[in-house]
């Protein structure tokens, strides 16, 4: 998890054609540094996290015009104490290998369309740009160590059907970052067999947990997890400030 000051997001800003700042936990204490910083900066929108236990800050972010795009739940498996679930052998799972990109990328395509993160709960965003989020994510992690430590893949008779992404925070944290499997293959596994070889690279990394978020709303990756042995622990708000 990243727990950073605001800054811009060129990323973003290449997607979506405007000036965008981020800042991943907005508190009262940073809250009048952070709207200063977007003034300074000519900032259009503000993408802000905030811990949702805080209520009454969250209530006066909605009286600044803040608006509610997603809800994020995190979740934390130890690897100290609980040992790995035995694989299933659902699907051959492997470290991605260069060459691999292209069909993640279409993987991530196909499993992200119109998803529910704070992208695509902005009507103000182009949704064709909130899918293509995705897609340069997930295809920039098979790239670029400093996307991802690792990415994993898995295939069903020959073809490559799902990918995880993987970050080490820390050396005791390790966290799975952006996930998907193709529609086509869902429902058989193939998810429950990446995570649990998440769990296994987390342990040969020496970390002590595993961490992993979505949306509240999505319920498969979160049968998936509590089945092997995670726990909810933290949930954040996340908030788009227009400042026009
Ligand atoms: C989440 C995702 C990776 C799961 O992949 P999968 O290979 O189908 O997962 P599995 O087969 O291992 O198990 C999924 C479980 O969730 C269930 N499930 C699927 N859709 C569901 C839904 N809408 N609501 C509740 N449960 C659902 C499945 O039935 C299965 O449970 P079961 O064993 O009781 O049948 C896949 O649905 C996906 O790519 N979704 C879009 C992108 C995404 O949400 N990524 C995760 C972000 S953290």
């Known amino acids: 998890m990243k727990t950073a000051q605001v800054a811009l997001s060129p990323i973003d800003e290449m997607r979506f054609g405007i000036r965008v700042a981020r800042i991943h936990e907005l508190t009262q204490e940073t809250l ?11 900032v259009k929108m503000l993408i802000a996290r905030t811990p949702s236990q805080a209520i009454r800050f969250v209530q006066q972010l909605e009286d600044l015009g803040f608006r509610l795009m997603d809800t994020l739940v995190y979740y934390r498996r130890d690897l100290v104490r609980t040992p790995v679930p035995e694989l299933q ?59 991802a430590d690792e990415v994993l893949v898995a295939e069903l ?17 390790v966290e799975i970052v952006l996930n998907g499997v193709a529609p086509s293959a869902q429902g058989r596994g193939v998810y429950r067999e990446l995570v649990i070889h998440a769990l296994v690279q987390s342990k040969a990394w020496k970390a002590q947990e595993t961490v992993v978020s979505t949306q509240i709303v999505n319920l498969a990756p979160q049968k998936v997890w509590v089945r092997l042995g995670f726990e909810p622990f933290q949930s954040y708000y996340t908030f788009h400030k227009w400042f026009d």
């Open 157 to 173: 008779e020959g073809q490559l059907v799902g990918f995880l992404t993987l970050r080490r925070n820390t050396p005791e944290q």
């Open 89 to 147: 052998n659902a699907a051959l799972t492997r470290p991605v290998r260069t060459g691999d990109e292209t069909v993640v990328r279409e993987i991530a395509a196909q499993a992200f369309q119109g998803y529910l993160g704070h992208y695509h709960a902005d009507p103000r965003l182009d949704l064709a740009a909130c899918d293509a989020v995705y897609v340069s994510w997930a295809e920039r992690s098979c790239v670029d160590r400093a996307v």
């Open 32 to 42: 009048d540094e952070t709207l200063e910083f977007c003034r300074d900066h000519a």
